[in-house]
């Protein structure tokens, strides 16, 4: 089972969250923004040491984790919670980040974060956002991942630690990979592929099991960085 279908299955009462950020300001907007829609706040934490500290003590559900902060980054601070010594079910990472998708959220990305939201997100929506990952669905809207993809992806023919080859991928495979690349959620893949959601769920679990991808974040790198789906090419062709 993949770590995203564990932790969907898994996603009993309200999620558990971590906020990192080194603006104590920032912090309590999004507790009492979290607080108000039932989502509890089991931590927090001002650098990356820290929110490190605090994921494995309180083994939350998912970690807002700003990318800026002193000492240790949040790059570092995701690539450590999600390391080695992660526990079995790991929390889902939530990068926080600013209008200029500064350069540091695509290695984020790669290395196991869940998405990305931009600091001036509506409170409506970051509850949203959490309830959304911590499900296992995408954190990833199209217009911000082509920008993302566009100034941040590897070049052609560089080393990747993803897994490259799509030969394994039935067609329908291959369309539900197409598909997350350009952020449709489960509901708009299943409306667009004329599928139940259980069967797409299944597909999403077969892609990433094939493909040895951690999540849907690490299934989007995966369809830019073989060329399944190119920056240039965002709109979705008609359905068959």
């Known amino acids: 089972m993949s770590t995203e279908t564990q932790r969907a299955a898994d996603g009993a009462g309200p999620p558990r969250v971590v906020i990192a950020d080194d603006q104590a300001l920032v912090r309590t907007g999004f507790r009492m923004i979290l607080a108000a829609d039932g989502i509890e706040v089991v931590g927090e934490a001002a650098d990356g040491d820290e929110a490190v500290a605090t994921v494995r003590r309180t083994l939350p559900d998912v970690v807002l984790m700003d990318i800026r902060m002193p000492g240790t980054d949040g790059l570092e601070a995701t690539r ?75 070049p052609a023919g560089r080393t990747t630690t993803l897994h490259r080859d799509l030969s394994t991928l039935t067609r329908r495979e291959l369309e539900v990979l197409e598909s997350l690349a350009r952020g449709l959620t489960n509901a708009e893949l299943a409306a667009r592929l004329h599928l139940s959601e259980a069967t797409v769920k299944t597909h999403v679990t077969h892609v990433l099991a094939k493909l040895q991808l951690r999540d849907r974040a690490q299934a989007v790198i995966a369809a830019y960085e073989t060329g399944l789906v190119t920056p240039g090419s965002m709109d979705l062709p008609p359905s068959n």
Do not use: C, H, N
């Open 80 to 154: 450590r919670i999600l390391g080695p010594e992660a526990p079995p079910s790991p929390p889902r990472i939530i990068i926080l980040t600013t209008y200029d998708l500064d350069q540091y959220v695509y290695g984020a990305l790669a290395v196991g974060a869940s998405g990305f939201l931009l600091k001036d997100v509506t409170p409506e929506y970051l509850a949203a956002a959490v309830r959304l990952v911590r499900s296992g669905d995408a954190l990833l809207a199209p217009s911000i991942t082509r920008r993302l993809v566009e100034r941040f992806a590897q």
